[in-house]
């Protein structure tokens, strides 16, 4: 078992003022925080499901996956700043400090919120929906943990964020 470390998010949020969606994690693996870039554990199934939605190939390096997001109008972050986590254990979260929206709220326009798993949804509503009132829609975990969701059927509930960008 890892041990349990204070830490704070070392990757800075991707966005840009045509992003209109924003999706957000609870807080970097330890591959993403080895990486310094989102969902870089290669189980995750975050840039497949994106790119299938989007009707494209799966982008590999970080500056195509940087690219891949911008060019689609989507933002990436994470709900948490600094926390004590084992590893890449979300169920070990603690000492949450929520990151602050409002650089990306003000610079984007941003017409949804999504957060990526239950425990994403959990620290939202918790830390950051009492500060900024705007509803985020909880989807199902694309972390390799979540193996009771296929990569078809998190395609399917992903959708709603294919429509969004299209809307």
Not at 16 to 31: E, Q, Y
Not at 103 to 132: C, H, M, S, T, W
Request: aromatic residues 8%; contains cysteine.
């Amino acid at each position: 078992m890892s041990e349990a470390l204070n830490i704070k998010h070392p990757i800075e949020p991707v966005y840009n003022a045509s992003s209109r969606v924003l999706i957000l994690g609870s807080f970097p693996s330890v591959k993403s925080r080895e990486q310094k870039f989102f969902y870089g554990h290669k189980q995750n199934r975050f840039w497949k499901v994106l790119a299938q939605l989007i009707g494209t190939e799966t982008p590999g390096t970080i500056e195509e996956k940087r690219d891949f997001l911008l060019r689609n109008h989507i933002a990436v972050w994470d709900v948490i700043a600094s926390c004590t986590i084992e590893g890449s254990s979300d169920s070990s979260i603690r000492d949450v400090v929520p990151n602050d929206l409002t650089r990306i709220l003000e610079a984007a326009r941003i017409q949804k919120i999504f957060v990526n798993g239950g425990k994403a949804a959990e620290l939202y509503k918790r830390y950051i929906y009492p500060q900024n009132g705007v509803e985020a829609i909880k989807l199902p975990s694309t972390s390799p943990a979540n193996a009771a969701f296929s990569l078809d059927r998190l395609i399917r509930e992903w959708k709603i964020v294919a429509d969004a960008l299209s809307n």
